[in-house]
C-alpha cells in the first residue's frame, strides 16, 4: 500500500518573481548513461551574459527510509567515489524518469536491503544541488517488512546496520551521517511522528 502527502495551496510568497534565465547557445561536452553535462551561453535575469555548465540526470534519485516496529531503521554503509568518502545511509538509489517513482524505490530496497515493505508513503521531493543540476529526489517511508534475498550492483561492496531511530537521527544532526537524503528523511520522519502523521504505534517508538 502507497499513500501520497496531501495536496496543498501554495502560499502567494511562493510566486516567482522576475524574468527567468534563459539560453542563447549550448553544446554537449560529456554523456554516459546517467548524465549528461551542458555548456550552455545564458542571459541571467539580470540581463548579463553568463556561462553555465549544467549537469543533466538521467535518473530520478530515490530514498527510503526503512523504519523498523520496534524503532530501528536500516542503513547502508558504502565507500563513495566522488569525494574519496565512507557514507552510511539510508537506502537510495535512482530510477528512470518514465517510471512510477514507487516502483523503483521497492526495487532500490529489495536489493540493498533485502526488505519488502508492504506499507509504502511518499513523503519527501526535493532538487538536489539545483544550482548546477537538474536532479529531483523523491523520498518514501517504508515499514511492516519481509526479508528477501538482497541483489546489490556489480559496483555495490555494501555493509549493512540496523540501529535504533533516535541514534540515527543524532548521527544526522552531529554531521557523522552526512548524506543529505539521509539527513532530510530522518528529519521528516521526526516531525510526522512529532505531528501524529505516522501510525501511533511506530511514531511512540521513534520518540521514545
Known amino acids: ?78 565507500h563513495r567515489f566522488p569525494l574519496a568518502d565512507y557514507s552510511w545511509e539510508i537506502p537510495e538509489g535512482g530510477g528512470p524518469l518514465d517510471r512510477d517513482p514507487l516502483e523503483s524505490a521497492q526495487r532500490e530496497l529489495r536489493e540493498e536491503a533485502g526488505l519488502e515493505a508492504a506499507q509504502w508513503r511518499e513523503v519527501l521531493r526535493a532538487q538536489l544541488s539545483n544550482s548546477v543540476t537538474d536532479e529531483r529526489a523523491v523520498g518514501f517511508i517504508a515499514w511492516d517488512f519481509r526479508p528477501v534475498p538482497k541483489a546489490p550492483d556489480a559496483t555495490e561492496d555494501l555493509a549493512q546496520a540496523r540501529v535504533p531511530f533516535r541514534e540515527a537521527l543524532e548521527c544526522a544532526l552531529c554531521g557523522q551521517i552526512s548524506d543529505m537524503l539521509s539527513v532530510a528523511m530522518l528529519l521528516r520522519a521526526y516531525h510526522m511522528a512529532r505531528e501524529g502523521a505516522l501510525p501511533p504505534a511506530l511514531a511512540r517508538q521513534l520518540l521514545s
Do not use: C
Request: proline share 12%.
Open 1 to 78: 500500500m502507497s499513500q501520497k502527502p496531501p495536496e496543498r495551496h501554495p502560499p502567494a510568497w511562493l510566486r516567482p518573481h522576475g524574468r527567468p534565465w534563459s539560453s542563447t547557445t549550448s553544446r554537449l561536452v560529456y554523456d554516459n548513461p546517467w548524465i549528461r553535462l551542458e555548456e550552455h551561453q545564458a542571459a541571467a535575469p539580470t540581463g548579463a551574459a553568463a556561462i553555465y555548465g549544467v549537469v543533466r540526470f538521467k535518473n530520478l534519485a530515490l530514498a527510503i527510509l526503512p523504519l523498523h516496529e520496534d524503532g530501528t531503521v536500516s542503513l547502508v554503509g558504502q
